[in-house]
């Protein structure tokens, strides 16, 4: 230190300084809580962050569970067709049957008129 109080100024100075900036972070933040209208804006921008995070995961979900279940209808019809294709017999049954039908249905309306 000097003897002419110089430090003691730089350090009251540098102090001051110090002082300052703490006080004008302390204003901000008591600025930005006071601000409910920027608050509720965040707020909402938060929300609705939340709720395009929540639809992508249902989107993914559903479109998974759709996959898997068109899988299972394909997996289901190849069944089927396999079946109809190792015992033809009854299908060919119903084909007769509505072969018949017609051809009762065409003789009735022929007699009629």
């Known amino acids: ?39 509720l804006k ?7 962050e939340r709720m395009r995070e929540q639809a992508a995961q249902t989107v993914a979900r559903v479109r998974g569970q759709a996959v898997r279940h068109a899988e299972d209808v394909r997996a289901q019809a190849y069944d089927k067709g396999e079946l109809v294709r190792r015992n033809p017999v009854p299908w060919a049954t119903v ?11 065409m003789i009735v309306r022929g007699r009629r008129r």
């Open 95 to 105: 084909a007769a049957g509505a072969v018949a039908a017609v051809v009762l249905l």
């Open 42 to 48: 965040e707020s909402a921008g938060q929300a609705r």
């Open 1 to 39: 230190m000097t003897g002419n109080g110089t430090g003691d100024t730089e350090a009251l100075r540098e102090e001051i300084r110090r002082t300052r900036v703490e006080l004008g972070e302390t204003m901000e933040a008591l600025a930005a809580k006071a601000d409910v209208k920027a608050r």
